[in-house]
């Protein structure tokens, strides 16, 4: 499976867009990229996942490199409820089963 | 809340002792996992549930842990004979059969002394 790289933190203003990069330059063409995060003392959250096209919800947008080297996931306005631990994890099949998190990214929301 | 339960929330043992944990996933998911979360890391796959087979184990789940989902509804995840190094939270997640998101529990967070 694909390694991700993650910067350990990152601040962003509230209200603000939150931009987290991925790095998974070894993904091949069958692993897709998954987003979770986990607020503190709770267990993880689904965010969002893609292929190769780009990926919007409710929650976020996610965006791949057309090489599929890097993806960024994007909160479109922070919140404070939006401080977490963000995990970009790559695995083959769009249902995969073992999640390897990771340390993910350290989000802090600043008032 | 999610819809996945976990019990207990908290356990404290003195070490070698056994402890057993309990997930129910929500009702209609067939796909059971156990992750176990160490301080400062990420989830860390432990054991897979379909149904009731349990179909893949992570080298991490030693001769001490033994998982079963006996009715493919809820689970249990015992540890026989704790160690300091068990001290963890454990986590249980479910997914339905063709659905891509896993959806966790709150967790139980086990303390050996």
């Known amino acids: 499976d694909a390694k991700t790289t993650q910067p350990t933190s990152m601040d962003c203003a509230e209200g603000r867009a939150a931009n987290l990069p991925c790095n998974h330059s070894?993904?091949?063409?069958?692993?897709?990229v998954y987003w979770y995060r986990q607020i503190h003392s709770q267990g993880p959250q689904y965010i969002i996942h893609?292929?190769?096209n780009n990926e919007t919800n409710e929650m976020a947008s996610l965006i791949i490199t057309e090489d599929r080297k890097s993806s960024t996931l994007i909160l479109p306005h922070a919140t404070l409820r939006d401080t977490a631990v963000y995990y970009c994890?790559?695995?083959?099949?769009?249902?995969?089963?073992?999640?390897?998190f990771g340390t993910g990214t350290r989000l802090t929301v600043i008032p | 809340d999610t819809g996945v339960s976990q019990d207990p929330r908290h356990k404290i043992t003195k070490r070698g002792q056994n402890v057993t944990f309990r997930c129910d996933p929500i009702s209609e998911h067939n796909r059971l996992y156990w992750y176990r979360q160490t301080l400062g890391q990420g989830p860390e796959f432990l054991t897979y549930f379909q149904n009731e087979a349990q179909l893949e184990k992570s080298r991490l789940l030693s001769d001490r842990f033994s998982a079963e989902r006996p009715k493919g509804s809820f689970s249990t995840l015992e540890i026989q004979r704790t160690e300091q190094g068990d001290s963890a939270m454990y986590l249980c997640?479910?997914?339905?059969?063709?659905?891509?998101?896993?959806?966790f529990g709150p967790g139980t967070r086990l303390t050996v002394t």
């Open positions: 997640a479910s997914r339905p059969g063709q659905g891509y998101e896993q959806y």
């Open positions: 893609g292929l190769k």
């Open positions: 994890i790559v695995r083959v099949g769009s249902g995969a089963n073992n999640l390897f």
């Open positions: 070894t993904i091949s063409g069958n692993e897709y």
